[in-house]
């Protein structure tokens, strides 16, 4: 398959910001996606992003579905951000408010829900229930759990919770965030170790007061990053299994992109409300087997979005 022109809507979810393509009704391979994908979330490319989104068709009672490709071409089983921007998508095309989405690996509850700041367009998603056990989160040892733990033959001696959302994450408080340690050890993560060969998202966090977290994240496949959803929902899930913050408790989640509200339950059930904010509608040419892109066309903008988000995020300073 040669040079193709694709329509997309440049969005983000707390900063993690994404092409969004309506491929219902495109045939694509997974390796021509992932070539889409190095084109379209490359930074130092036309478009930009920190991987791409994809609405597909549902399976069953689920009337839609999601696939997220990392700005290095792999898949990811799930992304929090991005699902909010996912079912906004589905439920315009569809006339929803709220929806059970198709993951990769599993499926998540979708729902429209009040904003959380003026002219903010606000998700609600709830995952899980999530696994602690190490062996789905893919470490290779024969330790059943890591909660608030060392792990043996992590070049790090921090206390670690480890869970699956279902993609794997590897959470550790700290006072202060130290980037250089966070993108060292993210980055012995990403050589996939024999540790953990699957590789895992990384991240640091800071407990700042009783219902306040704030996050800082190596992501899988991407390096790191203002925001990933996955990862403030692992981060709300590890301080309550620790219990740093109260199970059924709301709480504040902070990240370089903005934030969002977080609740994990007892059941190890994660809900996360956010934006889904859309930026521009655009055409582009891409050519998936030299994961190629033209220079955009934008068609429209949605200036009062972005300005909404704007405004909550300078609120927050």
């Excluded at 979810?13 to 219902?24: K, M, Q, T, V, Y």
């Excluded at 994908?37 to 791409?52: K, N, S, W, Y």
């Excluded at 690996?105 to 903010?120: F, K, M, Q």
């Excluded at 977080?262 to 956010?274: E, F, L, N, P, Y």
Aim: net charge negative; hydrophobic share 45%; glycine share 10%.
């Amino acid at each position: 398959m040669g040079a193709m022109q694709l329509a997309f809507v440049k969005c983000h979810g707390s900063g993690n910001d994404f092409p969004l393509i309506d491929a219902r009704n495109l045939s694509l391979s997974d390796g021509e996606w992932a070539g889409v994908a190095r084109a379209l979330a490359d930074r130092e490319g036309p478009v930009g992003g920190d991987g791409i989104l994809l609405l597909v068709a549902g399976r069953g009672d689920r009337p839609f579905g999601m696939r997220m490709f990392n700005s290095d071409g792999s898949e990811a089983e799930t992304c929090l951000n991005g699902l909010r921007c996912v079912a906004r998508a589905g439920f315009e095309a569809l006339g929803l408010d709220a929806a059970e989405v198709q993951l990769q690996t599993s499926s998540a509850d979708a729902a429209r829900e009040e904003p959380l700041a003026p002219g903010v367009v606000t998700i609600r998603t709830t995952v899980g229930p999530a696994s602690t056990a190490a062996a789905d989160v893919g470490l290779r040892t024969e330790i059943g759990e890591f909660i608030d733990a060392a792990i043996p033959g992590l070049p790090s001696d921090r206390a670690f919770t480890a869970v699956t959302m279902p993609n794997p994450h590897l959470v550790t408080f700290v006072d202060t965030v130290d980037e250089a340690e966070l993108v060292a050890l993210g980055d012995w993560c990403e050589a996939a170790p024999a540790l953990i060969p699957g590789r895992a998202n990384v991240s640091f966090v800071e407990v700042r007061g009783p219902d306040a977290l704030f996050v800082r994240t190596y992501e899988r496949g991407v390096g790191l990053t203002d925001s990933c959803g996955s990862a403030m929902a692992a981060s709300v899930l590890a301080a309550a299994l620790t219990g740093r913050v109260p199970h059924e408790a709301d709480v504040r989640v902070f990240n370089k992109g903005g934030l969002v509200r977080g609740r994990a339950g007892t059941d190890r059930v994660v809900t996360i409300s956010g934006n889904a904010t859309f930026l521009y509608d655009a055409t582009v040419e891409v050519d998936p087997a030299t994961a190629t892109a033209g220079v955009p066309l934008v068609h429209a903008r949605r200036e009062e979005e972005a300005r909404a988000w704007e405004a909550a995020v300078a609120a927050l300073a």
